[in-house]
């Protein structure tokens, strides 16, 4: 099983639309988690930390379940803008290097 | 503002030839970073340089050497290109290795031929 499994997608949805990413991991020890957001040709930014209560950043949600070994990301009222490749990210345990899933691209579509 | 400053942006190898991927960040970071990203393959760490002085393998090393030549620079290179290596590199830096916000540089498209 590979350290962070995510649906790669494309996920097409039409502006104003709320959807949903789910992104899985496999070490049972990580302890921190994160979504950066990646444009066409460019490089990685952070988007948000997820906090074990979950964390809403305007449009944005995270939540993770620890028990289930999966994290979320919620975007509501979708923007042409928010097309890009969301990357699932774990911090496996203590100072280790952060360890990217594959990414969920989404399209926005007018 | 500069941040995380890697070139060149674009380079075009033949297979065999040798080159250097140079790394420099402006934000006193103590870790910095080697990621390749091919399509569906996702970003694959290379090497890291936890703090400055050491340096460790990540993923996928092979065909690779680093060189944490200061606090702001980390350079990558290749010795001997194969068609393998083609891909985009991204350099990396963080205040410190772990949970810590990542700092990319803007990627070097890099294609052996």
């Known amino acids: 099983r590979k350290e962070v499994e995510q649906d790669p997608g494309p996920f097409n949805v039409p502006e104003g639309a709320t959807v949903a990413f789910n992104c899985t991991y496999s070490?049972?020890?990580?302890?921190?988690f994160f979504w950066y957001r990646q444009d066409c040709r460019k490089e990685p930014k952070l988007l948000m930390s997820v906090y074990s209560s979950g964390n809403e950043d305007g449009r944005f949600t995270a939540q993770l379940n620890r028990a289930s070994q999966y994290i979320s990301l919620l975007i509501r009222d979708s923007k042409l803008s928010d097309s890009a490749t969301y990357l699932c990210?774990?911090?496996?345990?203590?100072?280790?290097?952060?360890?990217f899933g594959k990414g969920t691209r989404l399209s926005v579509i007018a | 503002n500069a941040g995380v400053t890697q070139t060149p942006k674009f380079q075009v190898l033949k297979t065999g030839q040798s080159m250097t991927l140079q790394c420099a960040q402006d934000m006193n970071h103590n870790s910095m970073y080697w990621y390749r990203q091919d399509p569906g393959m996702g970003l694959r760490l290379i090497y890291y340089s936890a703090s400055e002085g050491t340096t460790d393998k990540g993923e996928v090393p092979n065909g690779y050497n680093v060189s944490r030549l200061n606090k702001r620079e980390f350079s990558l290179r290749l010795e001997s290109a194969a068609p393998s290596q083609t891909s985009v590199y991204f350099c990396?830096?963080?205040?410190?290795?772990?949970?810590?916000?990542?700092?990319f540089g803007s990627g070097t498209q890099l294609s052996v031929l």
């Open positions: 070490n049972s020890a990580s302890q921190s």
């Open positions: 990210v774990v911090s496996p345990s203590g100072n280790t290097p952060l360890v």
């Open positions: 990396a830096s963080s205040r410190s290795a772990g949970p810590e916000k990542l700092f």
